[in-house]
């Protein structure tokens, strides 16, 4: 007994006690503080149209003290890799690097896949050449000058894998140059390179030029030639935060969906939010705007397209070995 009191009194006081601190987390879930890194809206209307609602906190995971961290893509990649985001978005490349390295990161959806023209209306990511580069036909971009978003991208693998083997492509005679899609869209029309992978924003301004054209379209090809999907990003978090904290993750995926929907019923006022962000006009983005989107998971398709992806990662030399393809994604239940 402490300092006297009663059995029956210490117990009421106790009980005083525990509620004044709150339920415990073992008799209730226990809200997490999660950080998550993405970039800044990115180049493309889809991803415009998928997270504002997200990104301004007109929709909120439940039962999580919610941080979004941008940086641009390579960089919130590495601080990924680094540990300083609990989860986010990475491309299938750089999540497969980090794994072949031992960084304790598991995916637990697939982010965004590649959108067939068909479906959009537009191309989601193509290879555009210069008219007067007489490149007729992708063999003859042997001995040319080729750029690519980051040479260890989702889009560089793609564009590769297709040149070699849908093509016959010797990608050891191509140039590579390496610019975000921005720059790439300005050297590609000043007649610095000769041809360039392009995806989003500028990619719309490269419809629109006539001394340029589309060589192919990245989904429409591979998914053609391959019968799978055209992964580019997962939702991958720490180990240990999906062990911890599995419904918050679950929240958060819920919260993503949730977004999209929002941004397909009230496609203007996230529309006119984003233009005055990205200081674009409003009629522009609405070029990119898809209408074909899917839920925060991963299908069994999805695993097909990632081992695929995992054999060409091994054979381009992008990752230095295979991994387990059992052990990608955490079952959330």
Request: hydrophobic share 40%; net charge positive.
């Amino acid at each position: 007994m402490i300092c006297g009191m009663r059995p029956k009194k210490f117990l009421w006081a106790a009980v005083v006690a525990w509620l004044a601190i709150g339920i415990p987390p073992a008799m209730g879930q226990e809200k997490a503080a999660l950080t998550f890194g993405d970039n800044p809206y990115g180049y493309a209307a889809n991803a415009v149209l998928s997270y504002t609602a997200l990104y301004e906190g007109i929709v909120k995971p439940e039962r999580v003290d919610f941080k979004v961290l941008h940086a641009p893509i390579d960089a919130n990649e590495r601080l990924m890799m680094a540990g300083q985001r609990d989860l986010g978005t990475m491309s299938f490349l750089a999540y497969f690097t980090a794994r072949a390295r031992g960084v304790p990161l598991v995916a637990v959806a697939v982010e965004q896949r590649l959108q067939q023209t068909e479906r959009t209306g537009t191309p989601a990511n193509a290879l555009y050449v210069r008219v007067a580069a007489g490149v007729d036909n992708p063999k003859k971009l042997e001995g040319k000058k080729v750029g690519l978003p980051l040479l260890r991208s989702a889009s560089s693998l793609y564009t590769q894998a297709i040149l070699k083997d849908r093509y016959g492509v010797d990608l050891s005679r191509i140039t590579w140059v390496d610019k975000p899609p921005p720059i790439l869209y300005q050297i590609l029309q000043s007649g610095e390179i000769d041809a360039a992978v392009l995806y989003g924003e500028p990619s719309y301004r490269a419809l629109r030029e006539p001394s340029l054209k589309v060589s192919f379209v990245t989904p429409d090809t591979w998914e053609a030639w391959t019968g799978t999907t055209t992964i580019t990003t997962l939702i991958v978090a720490k180990t240990s935060i999906v062990e911890k904290y599995p419904k918050a993750v679950k929240s958060v995926l819920s919260a993503m969906q949730k977004s999209r929907e929002y941004g397909l019923q009230n496609t203007d006022q996230i529309l006119d939010i984003a233009a005055k962000k990205l200081g674009l006009s409003k009629e522009h983005l609405k070029q990119g705007v898809g209408t074909a989107y899917f839920a925060f998971e991963v299908s069994p398709k999805d695993r097909e397209s990632l081992k695929l992806l995992m054999k060409y990662a091994v054979e381009l030399k992008m990752i230095d070995k295979e991994l387990d393809p059992s052990t990608l994604f955490f079952n959330l239940g």
